[in-house]
C-alpha cells in the first residue's frame, strides 16, 4: 500500500503547486453557471427548471478541463515508463491517479454547487438533490474521462480530440443524473441507483482499459 | 544474477534495427551500447525495460530473486529524467523511492553520491539541464535494483559530475549489480564490454 500512497500524495502535491488545478476547475464552473441566465433571460421560473441540467453540464465540462493533463504530464517527463517497473499493477496506479484527481479537483465543484445553484434560483430540495447526484457520478466522469485522457497521453493537442473521445460516452451518466436531479417521472431513486450503478462499473473497468491504452502509447 | 538475450530482433517503422542480437552479462558486468544515431540503442534499451515489444527472441533474467518479474528488478533511465518540476529534488526521489523499492540510500545521501546535496529542497523546475539530469540519476541511487538500463547517462553533465556518476556505477557493479549502457561518450568503466550496432545488423 505503501508506493500507492506516496503517489496520491505526489498527486495531491503537483496539482495543488501547479496553479491551480482544483481552483481553475471551480472558476471554469463558475463561468459556466454564470453565463447561462444571460442566455436563457431572467425568467427565473425558467433557471430553477432547468438548474439541474446547467450544473450537470457545466460539471462535466469542468471535469474534463483538468483530465487532459492526467497522463499527458507522465508521458512526457517519462513517469509513465516507470510505472511499469513498479510493484503495484499498473491498473492499481491508473486508479489511485484518479482518485487523486477527483478529490483534489472534482470534489471542490461539489462542495461548492450548493452555492452556484442560488444563481439559478433553485430550491433547497433541487439543490441537494443536485449535489448529491455530482457527488454519485462524477467518479463515473473522472473514469471516463480517464479512459480518453489514455488514449490521447502521446499526443501534442489531445485535449481537445479527448473531449470529443469522452462526451458521447458520458451520456448515461448525464441521463440519469439530471433525471435523478430534477425529480421528474421516474422520481429519485430509480435513475439514481442507476447512475450509482455506472459510477461502481466505471470504477472497476475503466483501470484496464487506461492501463491497456498507456501499454500501446508507450510503443 | 544474469541478464541472457537470446537473438533479439527489433523493428520500428518498419526497419529492421536489430537481427539475432545475442549477449550475456554476469553480475559486476556492464556492457556498452554504441552506434551511430538510429541504429536503435535507445530501442534496445526499451525493450530490454520491457517498454517496446521485440519481434522476435527474448531477454531475461536469471538468478536468485526468481519471484521478482524481470520489470521489478530494472532500473530504466530514459531520454526524460521523470521529475516533476513542480516538486522538490528532495519530494521527487522520496516518491520514486517508495515506487521502486526503496532499500537504499536515502535522497539526501544519494544526491550527496552526485554532489548536489544543496539542491535538496530546490523545486526542479528552477535547476539547471546537467543539474536535473544528477537529481534523475539519483534515482538509481534511492531503490536498489540490479539493472541498471541507462541511456545516455552523462548529457548535459560536466566533467566532474562524471567522474561521480562513474563512481557510483562501479560501485554498483562492485556489488554485484549489472549495467546496460546506451552512450556517445566513454563512460569511465574500464572493464565494460561494448557491442556497435550499425544500424540492420549488429556488427
Not at chain 1, 164 to 187: E, N, R, T
Request: glycine fraction near 12%.
Amino acid at each position: 500500500m505503501k508506493p500507492l500512497l506516496a503517489l496520491f500524495v505526489r498527486e495531491w502535491r503537483v496539482a495543488r503547486r501547479i496553479g491551480g488545478g482544483a481552483s481553475v476547475g471551480a472558476v471554469f464552473f463558475l463561468i459556466l453557471v454564470a453565463i447561462m441566465p444571460f442566455a436563457l433571460g431572467p425568467d427565473l421560473r425558467l433557471l430553477a427548471r432547468l438548474g439541474p441540467a446547467i450544473l450537470w453540464i457545466a460539471a462535466l465540462l469542468s471535469t474534463l478541463l483538468g483530465l487532459d493533463r492526467l497522463f499527458q504530464a507522465d508521458s512526457e517527463d517519462g513517469s509513465l515508463d516507470l510505472y511499469g517497473h513498479a510493484a503495484p499493477p499498473l491498473e492499481a496506479i491508473v486508479l489511485v491517479k484518479c482518485a487523486a484527481h477527483w478529490t483534489v479537483s472534482i470534489l471542490p465543484l461539489i462542495v461548492v454547487t450548493p452555492l452556484f445553484g442560488l444563481m439559478l434560483a433553485m430550491d433547497a430540495r433541487p439543490l441537494g438533490l443536485t449535489t448529491l447526484t455530482l457527488l454519485a457520478g462524477t467518479p463515473a466522469l473522472t473514469m471516463i474521462g480517464a479512459i480518453g485522457a489514455a488514449l490521447t497521453a502521446s499526443l501534442r493537442r489531445g485535449g481537445l480530440l479527448m473531449a470529443v473521445l469522452v462526451l458521447p460516452l458520458a451520456i448515461p451518466a448525464l441521463i440519469f443524473g439530471v433525471a435523478a436531479a430534477s425529480g421528474g417521472d421516474a422520481g429519485f431513486a430509480t435513475p439514481f441507483a442507476a447512475l450509482a450503478a455506472i459510477s461502481l462499473f466505471s470504477i472497476a473497468t475503466a483501470p484496464f482499459a487506461c492501463a491497456a491504452a498507456i501499454r500501446l502509447a508507450r510503443e | 544474477m544474469r541478464l541472457v538475450a537470446e537473438n533479439l530482433t527489433l523493428e520500428r517503422g518498419g526497419r529492421r534495427l536489430i537481427a539475432g542480437l545475442s549477449f550475456a552479462i554476469a553480475a559486476g558486468e556492464a556492457l556498452i551500447v554504441t552506434g551511430p544515431n538510429g541504429a536503435g540503442k535507445s530501442s534496445l534499451l526499451r525493450g530490454l525495460a520491457g517498454l517496446l515489444p521485440f519481434s522476435g527472441g527474448r531477454a531475461r533474467l536469471e538468478g536468485d530473486a526468481a519471484a521478482l518479474t524481470m520489470a521489478e528488478q530494472t532500473h530504466y533511465l530514459g531520454h526524460a529524467d521523470s521529475l516533476k518540476g513542480a516538486l522538490t529534488a528532495r519530494e521527487n526521489l522520496r516518491f520514486w523511492a517508495a515506487l521502486l523499492g526503496g532499500g537504499a540510500l536515502s535522497e539526501i545521501d544519494a544526491l550527496r553520491r552526485l554532489g548536489l546535496p544543496h539542491v535538496a529542497d530546490f523545486p526542479v523546475q528552477a535547476l539547471s539541464a546537467g543539474q536535473k539530469r544528477r537529481v534523475g540519476l539519483a534515482r538509481l541511487l534511492v531503490a536498489a535494483r540490479p539493472l541498471w538500463l541507462i541511456d545516455e547517462p552523462t548529457t548535459a553533465l560536466d566533467a566532474g559530475a562524471q567522474e561521480l556518476f562513474a563512481e557510483a556505477m562501479r560501485q554498483h557493479l562492485s556489488g554485484g549489480g549489472l549495467i546496460v549502457a546506451a552512450t556517445h561518450a566513454p563512460l569511465g568503466l574500464e572493464s565494460a564490454r561494448t557491442i556497435r550496432l550499425a544500424g540492420g545488423a549488429p556488427v
